[in-house]
């Protein structure tokens, strides 16, 4: 299915999700940032959210834009996040700092050369951090962000479209059930 037909397939109940979809996947909707990053925040959001058929519709929106280099970038941010949220947050959530001295030891390369620009994957993760609900990602790539001049705006931006993206998948898996 299509964007616009798994939008359209929306309960009735839903008919905000309906509204802020077609609001944050539009630029007078996500200020701040532009359409590349738009959109591959949404792929990668989508793959968060973990309903392939979302997430293959907002693949085919996000390849308006982007390179088969930049998808598989969104995609890297997600899987790389996949792992890194749970780690990070279950650390942070034992409260023994003994573990926050340890070395991770996990490879994290793609950060370094993940297919989109450094602003574009720090954006990427920010929203999927949010997603899996890891505090220590968030206030680690916020701040990596900021100190690239990315504006609140933006930053908020990029967590309205995880959170748009995330609650349509959720509400789409659900209605398919």
Request: with cysteine; glycine share 6%.
């Amino acid at each position: 299915m299509t964007l616009s037909e798994l939008r359209n397939s929306l309960p009735d109940y839903a008919k905000d999700l309906k509204l802020n979809l077609d609001s944050v996947l539009s630029d007078a909707g996500s200020p701040g940032i532009d359409g590349k990053q738009i959109r591959a925040i949404a792929l990668a959001s989508a793959i968060a959210s973990r309903y392939r058929p979302f997430a293959t519709a907002i693949e085919a929106f996000a390849a308006e834009q982007l390179s088969a280099e930049e998808i598989n970038g969104a995609r890297a941010a997600s899987a790389i996040m996949a792992m890194n949220n749970i780690y990070y947050r279950a650390t942070h959530l034992i409260e023994n700092e003994e573990y926050g001295q340890l070395r991770a030891g996990l490879r994290m390369n793609v950060m370094a050369n993940s297919g989109l620009d450094k602003v574009t994957f720090e954006l990427a993760s920010l929203a999927v951090s949010a997603i899996n609900g890891c505090g220590m990602c968030m206030a680690s790539h916020e701040r990596t962000l900021r100190k690239h001049e990315v504006s609140a705006q933006g930053v908020q931006s990029a967590l309205k479209i995880g959170a748009v993206v995330h609650a349509v998948a959720v509400t789409l898996e659900q209605s398919a059930a």
